[in-house]
């Protein structure tokens, strides 16, 4: 069973543009970590943002954390049309790095 | 360095048969775990091998069942498949509390 959902499902913006998508999961957590695939292809890994960290960035994403309401938000800024794909979150309880994938968000950027 | 390599990258099977798939770790990683990702789903956690030991199951089924070598390298094996088998079988491997890396998967479909 999947942990939590993404929302949206899907998200299509035009190039320039910054896109959100939110996950929500349901138990404790060690850490949260957000993925992207591309279509039939593998998970290539963005970024990992711990339990005791609530904001993280990485060049154009940011990633926040809120623990009190188990959800994550992941916001690419000045979206590009290489960045059309889909993004899964993904969390790990403590003592195990067993991963829980959500449901994934398709983002099409449109240049 | 070598990314995580999986073999074949597509396959199909018949109901009743049986499937061995294969990865190649990443060098230097010496865990591997298991993913089966339904069309528009996220991946969901099969198991996990630790220095050729079982480290870890998800919610499926003794016919799938894995084996890892000395190299690191890993099989997935499922039995008797079924038509809800049909899927991206995904690995991935790690070292330590390091994020996973994944390969590009096997797409198995069954007829």
């Known amino acids: 069973s999947q942990q939590g959902e993404e929302d949206p499902q899907a998200l299509s913006i035009q190039e320039g543009e910054n896109a959100t998508m939110n996950c929500s999961y349901k138990?404790?957590?060690?850490?949260l970590q957000w993925y992207r695939q591309n279509s039939g292809r593998g998970l290539v890994h963005l970024i990992l943002?711990?339990?005791?960290?609530r904001e993280k960035h990485s060049g154009r994403l940011r990633v926040t954390l809120d623990t009190s309401k188990k959800s994550s938000s992941l916001l690419i800024t000045a979206s590009r049309a290489a960045d059309t794909a889909s993004y899964f979150c993904?969390?790990?309880?403590?003592?195990?790095?067993?991963?829980?994938f959500g449901t994934g968000t398709r983002l099409q950027v449109f240049p | 360095e070598t990314g995580v390599t999986q073999s074949p990258t597509h396959l199909i099977k018949t109901r009743g048969q049986q499937v061995t798939l294969r990865c190649s770790s990443q060098?230097?990683?010496?865990?591997v775990s298991w993913y089966q990702q339904a069309l528009g789903q996220g991946p969901q956690f099969i198991f996990q091998?630790?220095?050729?030991?079982?480290?870890g199951r998800g919610n499926f089924p003794p016919r799938f069942s894995g084996l890892q070598f000395p190299n690191y390298s890993s099989e997935l094996n499922v039995n008797a498949l079924e038509l809800d088998d049909s899927a991206l079988y995904l690995c991935?491997?790690?070292?330590?509390?390091?994020?996973?890396?994944f390969g590009d998967g096997t797409r198995l479909s069954i007829l």
């Open positions: 993904a969390t790990a309880a403590y003592n195990t790095d067993k991963l829980i």
């Open positions: 060098s230097g990683h010496n865990t």
């Open positions: 991935a491997s790690s070292f330590g509390n390091q994020p996973q890396h």
């Open positions: 091998y630790y220095r050729e030991e079982e480290n």
């Open positions: 943002i711990r339990s005791n960290e």
């Open positions: 138990t404790s957590i060690n850490n």
